[in-house]
């Protein structure tokens, strides 16, 4: 099974982009879906995770800007992302359970 995230690109400074990834195939039971990024230099970092049972989780830097939701029935997870800002120019990658996406580039001008 592999993950693939689309809809990444290039956005200036308070524009809006919207992530998606989704399974090759329907996977039954999965947990945690979420959202990663990796900025150049930096580490790999938690943008946002949502677990089976409902609950979701931001990091600070884009809480209220971003917003995950997922669809359990085609197994594909996406992220709203709105007011973007330089600091958010990244790889994102998506996960599922133990499942990784390859990536997929923002860059946020400003």
């Known amino acids: 099974v592999q993950l693939q995230a689309s809809g990444g690109g290039l956005v200036q400074a308070g524009g809006s982009l919207r992530l998606s990834c989704a399974a090759s195939?329907?996977?039954?039971?999965?947990?945690?879906m979420g959202w990663y990024r990796q900025a150049p230099g930096k580490q790999r970092e938690l943008v946002a995770t949502s677990t089976r049972g409902g609950s979701t989780n931001y990091a600070d830097s884009v809480k209220g800007r971003l917003t995950i939701s997922r669809d359990n029935a085609k197994t594909t997870v996406d992220l709203q992302m709105n007011s973007l800002k330089p600091e958010d120019t990244a790889v994102y990658y998506c996960?599922?359970?133990?499942?990784w996406g390859r990536g997929t580039l923002v860059t946020v001008s400003s």
């Open positions: 195939r329907r996977i039954f039971g999965i947990n945690a």
């Open positions: 996960n599922m359970d133990a499942l």
